[in-house]
């Protein structure tokens, strides 16, 4: 089996690397073992995962991995260095088996080595060694390497470059092989070579950049004959150029390989016996890589793979893919080997505790059948016995020692005495026991009364058959012992009472034996589930998320689109790329409330939206918002998309998540504040014609009418209380003419606040100043409070310049902290009266110091060491220059950075305006694409649909109406990490209640095999980023979620306290 990577295999990847990789960032790197480490690169909607195992391979996959908890010290110092940082080039180093990733343009470089035990190394750009998995000491043929010291190319395969393939070339080739060969040691001439070997050999040692697997492919298929020795080669012309020849050729398809973008692969498997446990209804493709073996893997097929019958030949697109199948497959089936050991040792172990508890019933019942048999026996052969115990008590009563009476009975055997021949030696006198081997008698025991015989029976039995029982007393013998203290019927008793003894400790034991196998099964599986989180879960594909998936997002119940950013970036971008004509703008007055779109039909762009898709809208913007934490429902409003732009009645353009609502606001009914956590099902093309079409194509003008009777237009005339900005249509002339009215416009009170943010007259400017490239929030407090006359005036000049009217209130609210230093400073300049002796006082030094010039002057000072003060003051002054020289350029690069986002704004406003005056659609590609994704997403699978992944989502709790598994949630004080584990257990361990699944996946109110295995991959790091809110109440509901969903009718009790059901 092929463990790791050729030079070939290197080279093909290093250039699909280059074609997917480059341009990327890599954003983090995790460890998967001691071994195996984990890249993840990213750039917008394009993530791609690097498997990295140290010295076998390398390869992207499209599987998702248990990372481990903490990294490791070398993938720290990865991290240090190399994250953010971007991929600028991929390549194999020469022709070795080294790969080289090259980020930030050189000033890092990665290689990775496949040949021996393996190693990573990150170098500077000077290839001084910063880091590295393995410290290697200084050997034969391999250099040391530790921190500290240089990396070296030089000794790499061909990394000066490739030397052209040759006849001349190829006979030195040859030659090295006849010389080694002719050197080589009688011993190892003995080691068994394969027909071929030779050439094989020679040729790799010395032609690197051709694998061996490649040469003998090329060779066998131009029939050439492999198994001609070098120096038979050397000798002939013609066989020497048709090897040139091939070779070439070989070199040639090495080419071909990498010229295009995406290599074709191979695997190559050979086929298991299939188990005849296997089902038919199992999946095909699942079926046929369960019964396949994988062995090999080539970017081409090999001649002698070719027309082999016992190998099966899979071909995928893209080496990267064929590698990542080859070795995540085998990566999944020891992960599942390990999980099953687990399991198979938990069955072992409740196996054992059944066959205890059965082993202990089964003594006690054999203990019950002897103890019957033994008094039976004594009871049948009462005259004998007591024949014996009277002849050993006379023997011990005339007071003969205990082992003449031993010898006695020994010769009385021999002589065929009856009596003694019952006798067993040894005897056992010291506790007055003798040992007597008993005929039994053949019938069943009454288990009615077994101490109570019937004599009449038994006379009969007696009289029916006495030679039988004779012969059969002769055929069967049991030992009993007898006391001697005893009579024989009272040793019957004995073995009687025992025998009852047995049957009550029996009837004890099983009634605990159901107890005691409650307990060892639940101890059992304790003790499987934590070996089970223990060992790495198994492999399970990358889902490749939505557009619409990086937002708070929801399929309404009428099959309508709402999406709603998580913040004000986000909110921006809802606005600039998503926002289109027909679409439904929905927020609510609140602080914190995320601004919701309902997408509409591109192609029914006019019709209007159904009053649930509304309401539930509503919903979503008032339950983002602080209203969640407060438990208050208020109302929230919605207004057409053509109502909504970025642009001020003064002109301005309103910084990042702030909008200008023109025209009247359609407030809704009050919203309830209820979300619900749900799980939608992607299904596949041809199973989506069996369901409803969600999304409605036409409405009759009967919902418009229905639309504007439910929600009233009411006038938005309340402003200030979040500090939202409307205007009328009578004020857009107003905004041509405030560049020539500025004054004006400064002093008109007209506020502008974002959606969502509090109404203080500092967050605006906050928004503003939030993309600046430096951050000078404490800066900027300082200069606005401690600022002396000239720099009150420097400010209020350079805001003047500034033009940002949209602004005019944190102008007005500042005046009067810039205008304290002008009223200081005049009373400074006022001289106080000079106190008592101070006048005389000045009149004596300006008399003593009157010849005193200022080079004298600084001499004294520093003689007597008073220039300190002065260089002090001196210092700070220049600190304070440095200061405000700093604070000006940041200032200038905030201004030019806000002209620029407002030229920016300008022109997406007014290309927004024409697009929508035109009527021209205004789709991403990506959007127009998966616009249609929305009809494969479904709450309920039907029977026969083919569920490909399972999406969480979190909604309101009216559009999960028709949705299998869903949780309701409420406020509380419960974290969502912690809410949403919960829902997910509960949801993974609802399969193990007997009949919740239905292994026929009919029945659409029970669990179905592919919904549990799915639901058992999903990972709760997934699922919470999709709850909008912080903290939640969860609500299990029972009925309509489905077997496990909501856990049917036993799930309506709830868990902790936390809830008996849905409150309708």
């Avoid at 080739?173 to 094989?200: F, I, M, Q």
């Avoid at 600039?576 to 609140?590: E, F, P, S, T, V």
């Avoid at 009050?670 to 989506?688: H, M, R, V, Y």
Wanted: proline share 4%.
């Amino acid at each position: 089996m092929k463990q790791r990577f050729s030079s070939l295999d290197v080279k093909i990847i290093a250039h699909e690397l280059q074609e997917r990789l480059v341009s990327l960032r890599l954003s983090n790197v995790y460890d998967l073992s001691s071994k195996i480490l984990l890249l993840k690169f990213a750039k917008p909607d394009n993530k791609k995962q690097l498997v990295i195992d140290t010295g076998f391979r390398c390869h992207l996959t499209k599987f998702a991995r248990t990372t481990a908890a903490a990294p490791s010290v070398f993938v720290a110092r990865l991290r240090k260095f190399l994250k953010t940082r971007r991929l600028t080039s991929v390549r194999q180093v020469g022709t070795d088996r080294v790969l080289e990733l090259e980020f930030s343009d050189g000033q890092y470089r990665l290689f990775l080595e496949f040949f021996a035990s393996g190693n990573i190394i990150l170098t500077d750009a000077d290839l001084n060694i910063l880091a590295l998995a393995r410290t290697v000491s200084e050997g034969e043929g391999q250099e040391p390497q530790r921190v500290g010291l240089q990396y070296s190319l030089e000794n790499r395969q061909n990394y000066g470059g490739i030397p052209p393939l040759t006849k001349e070339r190829v006979q030195n080739a040859l030659k090295t092989a006849v010389e080694k060969a002719a050197a080589a040691t009688p011993s190892s001439k003995k080691h068994k070579v394969k027909p071929g070997g030779d050439l094989r050999k020679g040729l790799a040692v010395s032609i690197t950049e051709l694998p061996p697997v490649l040469v003998d492919h090329w060779l066998h298929s131009n029939n050439f004959d492999t198994t001609v020795k070098p120096d038979e080669i050397l000798a002939n012309e013609a066989l020497l150029d048709d090897l040139v020849k091939f070779l070439q050729e070989a070199r040639q398809i090495v080419q071909d390989l990498t010229s295009s973008e995406i290599c074709t692969g191979y695997i190559f498997a050979k086929r298991k016996e299939k188990p005849e446990s296997t089902e038919v209804n199992d999946d095909e493709t699942k079926t046929k890589r369960d019964l396949l073996l994988y062995e090999d893997f080539h970017p081409f097929v090999p001649y002698k793979l070719k027309n082999d019958p016992t190998i099966e030949v899979l071909e995928f697109k893209g080496y990267n893919e064929t590698v990542d199948e080859f070795f995540s497959s085998l990566e999944g089936q020891r992960l599942e080997s390990r999980l099953s050991e687990r399991e198979a040792v938990a069955k072992r172990k409740l196996e054992a505790a059944k066959n205890e508890q059965n082993r202990r019933i089964e003594g006690l019942q054999e203990a019950q059948t002897l103890n019957f048999r033994k008094a039976a026996a004594i009871e049948a052969n009462a005259e004998r016995v007591q024949e014996a115990m009277d002849a050993v008590n006379g023997l011990l009563n005339q007071g003969m020692d205990w082992v003449d009476i031993g010898k006695l009975v020994e010769r009385e055997k021999k002589r065929h005495n009856p009596v003694a021949e019952i006798i067993k030696l040894p005897l056992n006198l010291a506790e007055n026991l003798i040992t007597l081997e008993l005929a039994e008698e053949e019938f069943e025991p009454e288990e009615d009364d077994p101490y109570e015989t019937d004599d009449d029976d038994s006379a009969i039995g007696d009289d029916e058959g006495s030679s039988a029982a004779k012969g059969k007393q002769n055929s069967k013998a049991l030992n009993v012992e007898i006391n001697l203290g005893l009579s024989p019927w009272s040793n019957a008793r004995e073995y009687f009472d025992q025998r009852k003894s047995a049957a009550s400790k029996e009837e004890k034991t099983q009634q605990q034996a159901s107890r005691a196998l409650k307990n060892a099964e639940q101890k059992i599986n304790e003790d499987l589930k934590k070996g089970l989180k223990q060992e790495k879960a198994l492999l399970q594909p990358i889902r490749k998320q939505m557009w619409f998936e990086k937002f708070i997002w929801f399929i309404s119940s009428d099959g309508y689109l709402v999406i709603g950013g998580k913040d004000a970036q986000q909110n921006e971008i809802v606005y600039k790329k998503y926002l289109r004509k027909g679409d439904i703008y929905c927020h609510a007055d609140l602080h914190g409330a995320s601004s919701v779109i309902v997408k509409n039909n591109p192609q029914t762009p006019d019709a209007p939206i159904p009053p649930a898709t509304l309401s539930q809208a509503g919903s979503l913007a008032v339950c983002s918002s602080s209203a969640w934490d407060s438990k208050a429902g208020m109302s929230a409003w919605w207004v057409n998309a053509d109502q909504v732009s970025k642009s001020a009645p003064t002109g301005e353009f309103l910084p990042a998540g702030s909008f200008m609502i023109r025209g009247k606001k359609n407030f809704l009914p009050p919203a309830q504040l209820l979300l619900g956590l749900g799980i939608a099902f992607k299904i596949s093309e041809e199973s989506k014609a069996k369901h409803v079409k969600h999304r409605l194509h036409g409405v009759d003008s009967a919902i418009g009418d229905e639309v504007s009777g439910a929600a009233t237009p009411q006038s938005a005339e309340k402003t200030g209380d979040v500090g939202e900005v409307e205007a009328e249509e009578s004020d857009v002339p107003s905004e041509t003419d405030s560049e020539d009215e500025q004054p004006d416009a400064e002093s008109r009170d007209n506020p502008l606040q974002a959606f969502g943010l509090e109404s203080h007259n500092d967050e605006v400017e906050e928004a503003e100043e939030g993309v600046s490239e430096l951050k000078i929030s404490d800066d900027t407090a300082d200069e606005t409070h401690g600022q002396d006359e000239g720099e009150a005036d420097e400010k209020e000049v350079d805001e003047d310049e500034d033009d940002e009217s949209a602004e005019s209130h944190n102008d007005t609210s500042s005046k009067p902290v810039e205008a304290k230093p002008k009223n200081d400073t005049p009373n400074s300049k006022k001289k106080a009266p000079p106190k008592r002796g101070q006048k005389g006082k000045a009149k004596k030094i300006a008399a003593k110091y009157k010849h005193q010039d200022e080079d004298d002057r600084a001499a004294a000072e520093a003689l007597i060491g008073a220039t300190i003060g002065q260089k002090k003051a001196e210092a700070e002054v220049k600190a304070k220059e440095d200061r405000q020289a700093e604070l000006a350029a940041a200032k200038e690069r905030r201004r030019a950075q806000h002209q620029r986002q407002q030229k920016e704004t300008a022109e997406h406003e007014e290309i927004r305006r024409v697009m929508m005056e035109e009527g021209v659609e205004m789709l991403d590609e990506d959007e127009a694409s998966q616009m249609t994704v929305l009809d494969a997403l479904v709450g309920m699978p039907l029977p026969g649909d083919e569920i490909l992944e399972i999406v969480p989502v979190c909604a309101p709790w009216n559009a999960l109406g028709r949705y299998k598994y869903k949780a309701k949630l409420q406020p509380g004080a419960t974290k969502k990490g912690k809410a949403v584990k919960e829902v997910l257990d509960r949801w993974k361990a609802a399969p193990n209640k007997k009949g919740v699944v239905d292994e026929s996946a009919r029945d659409s109110e029970r669990m179905w095999p592919r919904e549990v295995e799915l639901i058992k991959a999903l990972k709760p790091e997934e699922t919470f980023n999709v709850v909008p809110v912080s903290k939640v109440r969860v609500l299990m509901a029972g009925g309509n979620s489905g077997g496990g969903g909501g856990g049917g009718k036993k799930g309506a009790k709830g868990k902790g306290g936390r809830g008996r059901g849905s409150k309708k």
